[in-house]
């Protein structure tokens, strides 16, 4: 009887802490609730993207009688000291196409009309680039069926393209491990056919920059909800290394309309790079990335800053609180190595770092030794060590 009174008895309590708790308002899960948040908040890491972006890929017609095969055409070479150690190892690389492709029907011509062979798209793909811009001065230099045939060949590879489209134009945005970027790219003009493409049939075909366009642009990927916006401008002055106003203005409007990464090119040379605070973040910008790879060299253009060019690394990072930064901003020196063997003669783009550091092993180091050197100090003159976030 005694142990009946006492389970009795501990019912009757467990019965009014349950009557009480409910009275309350208590949930006897909430807390069980509130530490499985918590935890789960634990478990959770930032998403960290990473890119490499490069300026002006051109093809003067050295570059073209170097490129011809039995075959065709390849241009690989160009990039066989980047390849491993920075485009693959990116989880995204772009680079600006200054050309036009075509399938060779009618030959191919340089400056001041580029119209180059199609296995550039394929070459691109084959090394590990992910995005190509084709909004630059160049874009309508194969007319409109040059832009939509250039469209048509990286696509074919499963290259995305981002400043010129065939269609009304819409927001473009990649996922990359779980992050939502929408890109931007857009021109300043066309070399004098902005008027026939926008008086022609497809007066979108390129993208040219306007206040409005940004504006608008901007708008459209964040009703998307994109976690990032990252732009690649075709802007400023030939062979100027100051940015322009334009340059300045177009920067700002960017940042201040949420694009975090804005990469420049045109200038032909590098510029400087800059950020702006936007909130609680910095926004970045390298007004221009100069030349990839071209034929522009210094004994005669009475200018050594056409050979460099500026490879920029920069790492998006969305963290817990869902806010996406940039976290890493990294631009680093290249320098287009022209020279003749037995062989005939080659281009290719060195970084210029890891050959000054030993990082990489290169035969010809001691030949061009001087002018890598000058390459640095031209980049240090440029890039206060202050902007940079190494990654």
Request: charged fraction near 25%; charge should be negative.
């Amino acid at each position: 009887m005694k142990n009946i009174k006492y389970l009795i008895g501990g019912v009757w309590v467990l019965a009014l802490v349950f009557v009480g708790m409910y009275f309350s308002g208590v949930d006897l899960f909430q807390e069980e609730k509130i530490q499985e948040k918590k935890i789960q908040e634990e478990k959770q890491e930032p998403i960290t993207v990473d890119l490499v972006a490069f300026g002006d890929f051109m093809l003067h017609q050295p570059q073209l009688n170097v490129g011809k095969t039995e075959e065709g055409y390849d241009f690989k070479p160009v990039f066989r000291y980047l390849q491993e150690n920075h485009i693959e190892k990116a989880d995204l690389a772009l680079i600006n196409l200054e050309t036009t492709l075509t399938d060779g029907s009618r030959g191919y011509t340089t400056f001041p009309v580029f119209t180059s062979p199609k296995e550039v798209a394929k070459n691109l793909k084959d090394v590990g680039f992910d995005i190509i811009s084709t909004a630059n001065n160049h874009s309508f230099d194969g007319g409109l069926s040059g832009v939509e045939f250039t469209i048509d060949a990286l696509k074919e590879q499963g290259l995305d393209v981002i400043g010129s489209q065939k269609e009304e134009p819409q927001p473009f945005v990649k996922e990359v491990k779980g992050m939502k970027i929408g890109f931007l790219s857009y021109t300043y003009g066309l070399n004098g056919f902005d008027q026939t493409m926008l008086n022609g049939e497809k007066p979108y075909a390129v993208n040219l920059i306007s206040d409005e366009r940004v504006v608008e642009d901007t708008k459209k990927l964040k009703d998307l909800g994109v976690d990032a916006m990252v732009a690649f401008v075709h802007w400023g002055e030939e062979y100027h290394q100051a940015p322009t106003e334009a340059q300045v203005h177009y920067f700002n409007l960017l940042a201040d309309n949420g694009v975090i990464l804005t990469l420049g090119s045109h200038p032909h040379i590098s510029q400087g790079v800059s950020s702006k605070k936007v909130g609680q973040e910095n926004h970045f910008v390298a007004y221009s990335m100069g030349n990839f790879v071209s034929n522009q060299r210094r004994e005669y253009m009475n200018n050594r800053r056409p050979e460099s060019g500026l490879m920029v690394k920069a790492r998006l990072e969305k963290g817990i609180d869902g806010k996406t930064r940039v976290t890493g901003f990294d631009p680093s020196p290249t320098y287009v190595d022209k020279y003749s063997d037995g062989n005939g003669l080659h281009f290719e783009v060195i970084p210029v770092e890891d050959v000054l550091n030993g990082e990489i092993e290169f035969p010809r180091k001691e030949s061009i030794q001087q002018r890598l050197e000058e390459s640095m100090g031209d980049f240090r003159e440029l890039i206060p060590p202050e902007m940079v976030l190494e990654m």
